[in-house]
Nanobody
Framework: QVQLQESGPGLVKPSQTLSLTCTVS??????????WTWIRQTPGKGLEWMGA???????YYNPSLMSRTSISRDTSKNQFTLQLSSVTPEDTAVYYC??????????WGQGTQVTVSS
């Protein structure tokens, strides 16, 4: 059974960089053909796809967030990480990591609330 767990600070100050890690167990992040994804849900909005890192290390980003987003991985720890720079209160959201196979998101983390506030 694959499990994903987000971790990181719950409170970030404006203009700082938000950094979250997703730890994966029960499966390797290098296994073909999975895409390891970051998705967020902001108050009053739906789910927003932020980006992904593929099994082969290639990254993909939402164009609207690309200038502020970086996704990386540590294969030795079976983790992948999201960094979002220059955050504002509008980045307050519940952040999820998830696994995508083809068009299906089959495993999700429980989500972590991140609040941007001074």
């Amino acid at each position: 059974q694959v499990q994903l767990q987000e971790s990181g600070p719950g409170l970030v100050k404006p203009s700082q960089t938000l950094s979250l890690t997703c730890t994966v167990s029960g499966g390797s992040i290098t296994t073909s053909y999975y895409y390891w994804t970051w998705i967020r849900q902001t108050p009053g909005k739906g789910l927003e796809w932020m980006g992904a890192i593929a099994y082969n290390g290639i990254t993909y980003y939402n164009p609207s967030l690309m200038s502020r987003t970086s996704i990386s991985r540590d294969t030795s720890k079976n983790q992948f990480t999201l960094q979002l720079s220059s955050v504002t209160p509008e980045d307050t959201a519940v952040y999820y990591c998830a696994r995508r196979e083809y068009s299906d998101y089959d495993y999700w983390g429980q989500g972590t609330q991140v609040t941007v506030s001074s």
